[in-house]
């Protein structure tokens, strides 16, 4: 199952270090949790700052199940060490698969 997490941030500060820090953690921590993160892009001319990752999750895996786990687990907590939560916004969660015309299905 793949999703594309939008996170609307604070300032262009707190879009700088979550990307380069915070996310930069989580690329270790959720692998542990069974989710695959392929690409991680700061959006360009949006009217807020916002960064955007294409995670996956294992064949077979509850997404929400493994969200609540790894968001409640030491490893989610230690990756977000030292960034202030209201930083983050908002976030908006779409699960996608390839349609019949993608060239790579």
């Known amino acids: 199952m793949l999703e594309i997490r939008t996170y609307t941030l604070a300032s262009e500060e707190a879009l ?3 990307a380069s820090v915070h996310w930069a953690r989580h690329l270790e921590s959720l692998d542990k949790y069974g989710i695959t993160t392929h690409h991680v892009w700061r959006e360009v001319g949006g009217d807020q700052p916002r ?3 294409l995670v996956e999750y294992e064949a077979g895996a509850d997404p ?6 790894y968001m ?3 490893e989610f907590r230690a990756d977000m060490d030292g960034f202030p ?3 983050i916004r908002g976030v908006i969660s779409t699960f996608v698969e390839p349609a019949a ?3 790579a299905s």
Do not use: C, K, N
């Not at 929400?64 to 786990?69: A, G, P, S």
């Open 16 to 18: 700088q270090q979550y």
């Open 51 to 53: 960064l955007i990752a």
């Open 64 to 69: 929400h199940l493994v969200t609540r786990e």
């Open 72 to 74: 409640s687990s030491t």
């Open 85 to 87: 939560m209201d930083g």
């Open 101 to 103: 015309s993608d060239p």
